[in-house]
């Protein structure tokens, strides 16, 4: 198989996929579990429970009111002890549903038997609303409600749906390990999604360090028509959305556009198993796969109900070692820092990684020598330099003159500074006030 | 509970580094240093010191006495426009004249702008120029090479370097062919090993390039620029031989004499005042190579190379905002 990847820029950090040989293991369900009622790129959800309520595990206990918002269902069988403002693992305060949990009892309707049921006969309005009512988000860690990403705009037509199974971010391998254990899911559920989108066509691009993840979807593959596996170079930010697009067909999505614009629409191979288990087992999102790594005595994938604290992944990877540092929800590139450990498990947390003292802080940084290597870095031929600098000084016309908006976010342009300057800081800040300047200019 | 560092994503770094890369071009320069060395003897390692140490104690007085910031002279940078420093003068060039180049080099050039990365203009270029227009005396009086300590003093002959002989030539109403056979000029082969007049790092074509090949692998210089210098500068010598070859020498001549090797790969690619974009690189390339052949076919003086550049970096703020990269996404867009 020939080997693709996008053009513009990217960035080759070592790989340490450390934990791609360990098997998926089922996290023993903790006593407490902390469900936060917004873990969607989106607005939060309504808690239709309340203190002293007794929920089973499925139940919705979180209502997704907003176009853009997700339902929550309770992780766990159990009585709700709580719902209070705590700090989930994107680092901000959210009200929370606390849960003191007991035996399983599930929600009715939900199938718990793992029989693989390919057979789908439900029209493509009832798969979406059945996606809808399990709370599915995008799984690889943007958490944008996979809902609304499946409904088209009347002027538009998807006519291919890429399956995202590139997981190009360091460490994490909780995809990999996903594409090699629930392969058949995986298909069923991308064949649910293809139906859901009236497409004929699905692509999962896979990045060849996950040479056996190739072979075994392309092996199932056969036997589902209309899938196919891509093999890709290996390039970080390769996951990201319109790089995938990019890399897989060639085209390129118009700045400030949706991927829909250029005919696609890209999901992530977890999201699939999702819809996989909501569709054909009536079951909401309640779990997931979670990679912990780094410095830790025992690298895991781990499939672990939401709202279960990071705390309890990390006593089962050998603990937290003395010397941490800092501790990750999601990737090295695009994770987010988390000041304690007790922080719960969400929907997007690919992966928790520990980082000793001597990484976890930044270098400090001198003054931009023009070297241009973040100009050449960056995936979406922006220049970072500059835009870090009208951030800076708060030129935010230029800032969108010079299309910051595009910014992906993906940490090249930092990774590559012999300079060591927080570029993506300052980027970041260009980014939400020229946000807000377009904002009010809509009102 | 156990508190841990928060900070905003990346939280890995690459191994990039400003040391690592400035010391990358010192190691770059060591061929071409041992070749002058070879050719020029204890001059060369002479010339060579005083301008590096020169150039550090200014910018190290400077930042401790002027500035009262951090002293930042290990960072390399202060070596490389040392050695460059260097690298453009003759080797019998008087001591104290090298450190006014390096006064003006670091002092006027790079720290009056605010000190590395904010400087405009090559600070090497700068202090030679400087050295080229107040002392033009000593700076094209060439000591003839000699090898390493073959006999003592044979330093105090002086010829001129194969520009200025060809230079010379044309204008006395030779034809480029009389020039060749004149007998001063020196044969092919000893212009691309280095054994002809000049300053000291511009001696031997092959030597900077093996320097060359070390940045391209290091990563410390892209094609663009060199690549695009070359080429035009090359094309345009092409262009005029083959209409005139009497009066116009063939581009290999342009290209094994003078600094054209050295600016090509060393001072042109400075990355402090050289564009940011890819496109941008070419442009600035492009620049470099007409403007050197312009000076060199035309001009007054012999060689054109720190005046091109220097000239084209005045230019680069204009480039870095004429020659964007082109969006993702950016030709699909519709306002």
Known sequence: ?443 | MNKYVVSLSPHIHGREDVRKIMWGVVYAMIPALLVSIYFFGLDSVRVTLISVASCLLVEYLIQRFFLKGKISITDGSAVITGILLAFNVPANLPNWIIVVGAIVAIGIAKMSFGGLGKNPFNPALVGRVFLLIAFPVQMTSWPKPHALFSDGVVDAITGATPLGILKEGLKNGMSVDQIMQSGEMPRYVDMMLGNMGGSLGEMSAIALLIGAIYMFWKKIITWHIPVSYLGSALAFALIFWLIDPVHYVNPLFHLVTGGLMLGVFFMATDMVSSPMTPVGMIVYGIGCGVLTMLIRLFGAYPEGVSFAILLMNAFVPLINAGFKPKRFGEKIVKK
């Open chain 1, 1 to 443: 198989m020939k080997l693709k990847t996008f053009i513009k820029g990217g960035v080759h950090p070592p790989e340490n996929k450390i934990s791609a040989g360990e098997k998926i293991v089922e996290v023993p369900l903790p006593k407490t579990v902390y469900v936060p009622v917004q873990q969607v790129l989106g607005a939060p959800s309504v808690p239709v429970v309340k203190k002293g309520d007794r929920v089973k595990t499925g139940q919705l206990i979180a209502k997704g009111e907003a176009f853009i918002s997700a339902n929550v269902h309770s992780p766990a069988t159990g009585t709700v002890s709580k719902i209070e403002e705590v700090t989930d693992s994107s680092g901000y305060r959210k009200t929370t549903i606390i849960i003191d949990t007991e035996a399983d009892e599930w929600e009715e309707g939900i199938i718990t038997d793992k029989g693989i049921q390919r057979e789908c006969t439900l029209s493509p309005e009832e798969i979406i609303s059945k996606i809808k009512s399990a709370g599915i988000v995008g799984m690889g860690g943007a958490t944008f409600p996979t809902h609304v990403k499946l409904m088209v705009p009347p002027d538009k037509k998807a006519e291919l749906l890429l399956i995202n199974g590139v997981e190009c971010e360091p460490y994490l391998t909780s995809d990999h390990r996903l594409m090699l254990e629930r392969g058949e899911e995986l298909m069923a559920g991308i064949q649910i999604l293809m139906k859901a989108l009236k497409v004929e066509k699905a692509i999962i691009g896979i990045e060849n360090n996950k040479k056996d993840a190739i072979a075994h979807l392309d092996a199932l593959s056969r036997s589902f028509s209309g899938i196919s596996v891509q093999a890709l170079k290996v390039k970080y930010p390769q996951g990201g959305e319109k790089q995938l697009i990019k890399a897989i067909t060639g085209r390129e999505v118009p700045s400030g556009k949706l991927p829909v614009e250029v005919g696609c629409v890209v999901q992530n191979v977890g999201t699939a198993v999702a819809v996989y288990e909501a569709v054909q087992k009536n079951k909401p999102l309640i779990e997931r796969i979670v990679t912990v790594s780094g410095f830790v005595s025992h690298p895991a994938n781990y499939l672990t109900r939401i709202g279960t604290p990071v705390s309890v992944l990390l006593e089962l990877s050998g603990g937290i070692p003395e010397k941490a540092g800092k501790i990750i929800n999601g990737g090295p590139m695009m994770g987010k820092a988390v000041n304690n450990a007790e922080v719960p498990v969400t929907k997007g947390t690919s992966g928790i990684l520990v980082f000793p003292e001597d990484i976890s802080l930044r270098h400090e940084p001198i003054t931009c020598i023009r070297c241009s290597k973040c100009v050449q870095a960056c995936p979406m031929s922006l220049e970072p330099y500059y835009l870090a600098q009208l951030s800076e000084i708060k030129d935010w016309e230029k800032c969108e003159k010079n299309m910051v908006m595009d910014c992906i976010e993906c940490g090249s342009c930092m990774y590559v500074c012999p300079s060591y300057r927080p570029l993506l800081d300052y980027i970041r800040m260009g980014k939400t006030q020229v946000g807000k300047i377009i904002r009010s200019r809509v009102k």
